[in-house]
């Protein structure tokens, strides 16, 4: 069952605390995408990455790293930088140039 | 920078009604443009995908329509339903030296009602 899948679908971190939120697809796609969505909001592209041991940052990188170590995964870890970091995350993928973007189900990220 | 808009940011329709989205990117170096659709808590589902060489595409009750040169796309959805109530965003895929980049935009809120 080919797909994008993110796990923990809901996670609650202390303040000052780093979280890993997980990434990965079974596509075989060499692009990937992480996005944070806020409430009424579009999507606002974080990181994002072309091809293994290769990513670039996005418009909202700081506060936030990523690695692509493996082509199906892509996971980003939200550190203590980050001023803001409850919102909902998604990660998307896409097989090459030019071709359909799919997402996974994400994960609402809760900072208590 | 690339920059996208979407416009209504909200719609509220009776059902039956014929419709359209719009969004209009800054940036007209763009490899495609891609429209999604998201239920309230959900990922995102792809609705059509539109490569800069094409002018349309179609799947069923919905056509998308790109206009590369103005930086336009619309979403025209026809005989709307209640079950075509989500938000709908549009996405364009950057070429040349930002290729790779996908910037959306941020969303247009439909509610059809019975």
């Known amino acids: 069952d080919g797909g994008i899948t993110q796990s923990p679908k809901y996670l609650f971190r202390k303040e000052g605390q780093n979280v890993t939120l997980s990434c990965e697809q079974n596509?075989?796609?060499?692009?990937m995408y992480w996005y944070r969505q806020d409430p009424g909001q579009g999507l606002r592209l974080i990181y994002y990455s072309q091809i293994v041991n290769d990513f670039q940052k996005g418009d909202i990188a700081e506060g936030y790293s990523v690695s692509r170590e493996k082509k199906e995964s892509f996971p980003l870890t939200v550190t203590s930088a980050q001023k803001n970091p409850t919102a909902f995350y998604l990660c998307?993928?896409?097989?090459?140039?030019?071709?359909?973007?799919?997402f996974g189900q994400g994960t609402r990220l809760t900072v208590v | 920078k690339q920059e996208v808009t979407q416009i209504p940011a909200a719609l509220s329709v009776p059902e039956g009604e014929n419709l359209v989205l719009n969004c209009s990117f800054t940036d007209s170096a763009i490899y495609n443009l891609q429209w999604f659709r998201q239920d309230p808590g959900k990922g995102l589902t792809s609705l059509l995908l539109i490569q800069s060489s094409q002018r349309e595409q179609t799947s069923g009750r919905l056509n998308a329509s790109l206009d590369k040169s103005s930086g336009r796309s619309t979403l025209y959805i026809a005989a709307s339903q209640p079950g075509d109530s989500a938000t709908y965003l549009c996405?364009?895929?950057?070429?040349?030296?930002?290729?790779?980049?996908?910037?959306f935009g941020q969303g247009t809120i439909l509610t059809v009602h019975p």
């Open positions: 998307a993928s896409m097989l090459g140039r030019g071709a359909e973007a799919f």
């Open positions: 596509l075989n796609h060499d692009a």
């Open positions: 996405a364009v895929l950057a070429g040349g030296t930002s290729y790779g980049k996908l910037t």
